[in-house]
Structure formats: structure tokens, C-alpha cells
């Protein structure tokens, strides 16, 4: 018997991502930030982590990092098109310049790839978050 049939729930024919480490110069500060703007809630501490569930189980795990700069980092979420405009609402009521494009040079703008909608947006510590109701085509 494989280890997978010895224990429930792992996965047996892919590699599926668990949690990743977001750093932040103030972790409750940015795992609140993204929770408020995608409509969900920041669990409790574990250790050093504090988590976000994104509910199709993974989880961002701010941690605090201050002995050195924070260098920026890309994350992208697929979110359902229904919760799209909520989500865009909360970015104007945060007061944060959301965009089409990863550069960030279209403000207040939302781009329409591979037929969904997508903005990218900056979280407290720099980092290019991005919303999209499509996943990329992948050749």
C-alpha cells in the first residue's frame, strides 16, 4: 500500500499547493488588507503565521518580515465573476488604484483576457496582486 492509502485526503495523482509565505513588513496589517478586498477572513495565528484561508484549500501565511526589505512578489487569484465587482468596489472604498495590466500603467481600468475580467492592485508591502474571473490560455 502507498502512503496515500494510508492517509485520507492526500492527494494521489498531482501536486496540489498547500500554503505559500507571503512576507509583510506587518503581517496583520496585509493579511487584512487582501481578506477585506477578496471578501474573506483572516484565521488565527499559527506560530509566526498568520493565515488566510482562500478557501479551495490553500492558504497565504503572512509572515512578519523586518530585518529586511520586503521584495515584491506576484500572486494571482481566480475569483468567481459574480464576486468580481464586489471586489473591485472594496479596492475604491480602501482608496487603492486598481488596474488592466501588470505594469500598472492603465488606472481605474479592468482587463478582459481569455474572455473574463482581470486588475492588478498593490498590496501594503508592495506586492502585485491580481484578480481574474479566467485562467490564462497556456499554450
Avoid: W
Avoid at 23 to 39: K, N, P, Q
Avoid at 76 to 102: C, H, K, N, S, W
Avoid at 123 to 130: I, L, R, T
Amino acid at each position: 500500500m502507498s502512503l496515500a492509502e494510508h492517509t485520507p485526503g492526500l492527494p494521489t495523482t498531482v501536486a496540489r499547493l498547500d500554503h505559500t509565505v507571503v512576507h509583510a513588513s506587518d503581517r496583520a496589517l496585509s493579511a487584512e488588507f487582501l481578506a477585506a478586498v477578496l471578501g474573506l477572513e483572516v484565521g488565527a495565528p499559527f506560530g509566526p503565521f498568520l493565515p488566510v484561508d482562500l478557501g479551495n484549500g490553500v492558504t497565504l501565511d503572512y509572515y512578519e518580515k523586518t530585518d529586511e526589505p520586503i521584495q515584491p512578489q506576484h500572486y494571482a487569484f481566480l475569483v468567481p465573476e459574480e464576486q468580481f465587482d464586489a471586489m473591485i468596489a472594496r479596492l475604491e472604498a480602501l482608496g487603492v488604484t486598481y488596474y488592466a495590466d501588470p505594469r500598472h500603467t492603465e488606472p481605474g481600468r479592468v482587463n478582459d483576457l481569455f474572455g473574463g475580467r482581470g486588475a492588478y492592485f498593490t498590496d501594503p508591502d508592495g506586492h502585485n496582486m491580481e484578480i481574474m474571473t479566467r485562467p490564462y490560455a497556456r499554450p
